[in-house]
């Protein structure tokens, strides 16, 4: 039998290990060992082809004289940069998609949000679709500004304080995707060679990515497609119904399966699906889109539940149960062309930069969404003729029927009585000794699937801090309960009667990895209401199994927001003493945030409880 990685989910580890006749990046895991020691570090450089390079006691420098402290700053720049673009690449799609709407005619599903930011932003118009329209298009101005002129909604948007600090640093970040190509131009052969410059411009593309590339996507998400709704519903698994045409998708672009969606509940299509013998369609949830679509709710009939985040995709091919992956975006793992091509599964890419190699490709025009349904549909029923019968289906009893999703900054504020009041007074008096943001990726790493994510979560609301998740920790979590009722159990004795009186968890989701973006939002509401500065909250953030490029800007964005950020893998800079400095040190002087790396859960729960502590003494509560 194979080797398998572990995973916090039992299930489906049993699962995975039932199906030895599938690979998966369980498997594979094993077979990438040992580690190179160098990458690890982040002092192997083959930007030239004196190289590949490599530090080490007896060769403290490459060929071309870099060191240490420049290799690491100039791959620790390149991923930040790159995360960054993901960001900007789904906010400038989402922007195109709320403009061709508002060009259209079509109907603003969120008005209340476009009213709001309407107001904030000063935008033009007489109607709703007028002022939509502007509100895209100031959006992409801003995205394609040259470097030296500094985007201007970042003003409007940014907590003042915060932007009083990145105005006093000088990293208020001119037009987003001109800080991307520089530190493209600023990273490669024998440019910079300052370490402490290419971190502050690390921190510029954190400021960029969490403004528009969360921020802003979710507001025109919002305005496109409606706000979120809290809601339990069902998560894992056991979504998936064999009698339904189903359809898995992964990525993170709403705006582009939202006309999908739409086109699945027609009655054309729904007709389709009957004479092929099926009762009509239904989306599988799978990454952080189908998070996205849990949040808003299963609007028209189609959407089944989320059934798991990026490493359970292949695992959940291997069920039988699916009959086309619909992909438009990253944590689409290159691996499932393999278990799509045993289980006959049919692929369809929205988004080339997604592309897959055994996957059609049907571009996505914002203004042709009935057309880009109908194909999908087509496609679907084909898949599902040529398939079913010939393999077998077997899906686990898995996952949780009553999982509490669609957190937003607004639908918490009204939950609330339409004020952060009531929770502020729960802090101050103890009953919730503060609060974690646990948010990100997940990765087969740092114990194995959703291990240290699990652990960490139970181990802070044991502590009586409340817990708020957003991205692929998420989908881990909801699966394992701690988005359900019964999960108040696992708090400490405060938190529990807090649960309870409020008919909550104690962990709320806020959906997807772009849900870090409304976690700003509400740290920031409550830092307005208490008239201090984000670094003074008694509120700290941890991407325990962080994985990608994507993460590391979330994290610059975490840093530039002055929080805490806990790791339990290091990012690829311990080769550099300067850059391991500046991270965990140093950054505490320039924005108030530092990153701490803990790999054990319970001193990992300890520090961040240290922080939370210190915060509250601060602020006298």
Not at 265 to 289: E, H, M, N, S, Y
Not at 455 to 469: C, F, H, K, P, Y
């Amino acid at each position: 039998m194979k080797k398998v990685c572990p995973s916090a989910d039992e299930i489906l580890s049993r699962f995975i290990v039932s199906k030895d006749d599938v690979e998966t990046a369980f498997h594979r895991l094993s077979t990438q060992q040992p580690k190179c020691g160098f990458g690890l570090q982040g002092v192997c450089c083959r930007l030239c082809s004196n190289g590949p390079c490599r530090v080490t006691p007896k060769s403290p420098r490459g060929v071309c004289g870099a060191d240490a402290d420049t290799m690491v700053a100039r791959n620790f720049l390149r991923a930040v940069a790159a995360g960054a673009a993901c960001y900007l690449h789904v906010v400038e799609n989402a922007a195109g998609s709320l403009q061709a709407a508002a060009a259209s005619g079509k109907e603003i599903q969120g008005a209340a949000v476009l009213a709001e930011l309407a107001g904030a932003l000063d935008l033009p118009g007489s109607d709703a679709r007028e002022r939509a329209g502007h509100l895209a298009g100031q959006v992409m101005d801003d995205l394609y500004r040259p470097r030296q002129k500094q985007m201007a909604l970042t003003e409007k948007l940014a907590y003042a304080p915060r932007l009083a600090r990145w105005r006093e640093l000088g990293i208020i970040p001119g037009g987003a995707k001109s800080e991307v190509f520089d530190a493209l131009v600023k990273t490669s052969t024998n440019q910079s060679s300052d370490p402490v410059d290419m971190m502050l411009h690390a921190l510029r593309l954190g400021i960029a990515t969490g403004i528009y590339g969360l921020e802003l996507t979710n507001l025109l998400n919002d305005v496109l497609l409606g706000e979120p709704k809290i809601a339990a519903g069902p998560v894992g698994f056991s979504v998936v119904d064999p009698d339904y045409i189903n359809i898995m998708v992964t990525g993170h672009q709403h705006a582009l399966i939202g006309p999908v969606q739409e086109g699945l509940a027609a009655p054309r299509a729904i007709d389709l699906a009957r004479q092929a013998g099926a009762r009509g369609f239904k989306i599988i949830g799978c990454t952080c889109v189908g998070q996205d679509l849990q949040s808003r709710g299963d609007q028209n009939g189609v959407f089944a539940g989320h059934a798991g985040n990026n490493f359970t995709s292949e695992a959940l091919l291997a069920t039988g149960g699916v009959d086309l992956v619909l992909s438009e975006f990253n944590c689409t793992l290159p691996g499932i062309e393999e278990v799509c091509r045993q289980y006959m599964v049919a692929q369809i890419c929205l988004d080339d930069v997604a592309k897959k190699q055994n996957a059609g490709y049907l571009p996505f025009d914002p203004g042709a969404g009935e057309e880009t349904a109908r194909r999908v549909v087509e496609a679907a029923v084909e898949s599902y003729r040529q398939r079913r019968g010939r393999i077998g289906i077997n899906v686990p009893e898995h996952g949780y029927e009553n999982s509490l999703a669609g957190l937003s900054e607004r639908n918490l504020r009204a939950f609330l009585g339409g004020n952060y009041k009531p929770l502020i007074e729960l802090i101050a008096s103890g009953r919730v000794k503060g609060l974690a943001a646990i948010v990100g990726c997940s990765n087969l790493t740092a114990g194995g699937h959703d291990v240290f994510t699990a652990g960490l979560t139970r181990e802070l609301i044991a502590r009586d801090i409340l817990v708020l998740s957003a991205g692929c920790t998420s989908g881990g979590l909801e699966n394992l309960g701690f988005m359900s009722p019964e999960a108040a159990g696992w708090a400490g004795e405060k938190l529990r009667q807090v649960c309870r009186e409020l008919n909550i968890p104690p962990v709320l989701n806020f959906g997807p990895c772009l849900g870090i973006g409304r976690l700003e939002m509400v740290a920031a509401g409550i830092a307005a209401a208490l008239q201090v500065d984000l670094p003074q909250l008694p509120l700290v953030l941890s991407a325990p199994q962080w994985l990608e490029e994507q993460a590391l800007a979330d994290g610059a964005f975490g840093l530039a927001l002055g929080l805490p950020l806990h790791l339990a893998l290091p990012p690829f800079i311990t080769g550099s003493k300067l850059v391991t400095r500046v991270l965990t040190e140093d950054m505490e002087k320039l924005t108030g945030g530092r990153v701490i790396v803990e790999g054990e859960i319970v001193p990992a729960a300890e520090q961040l409880e240290a922080v939370i502590m210190q915060r509250r003494a601060a602020l006298g509560i």
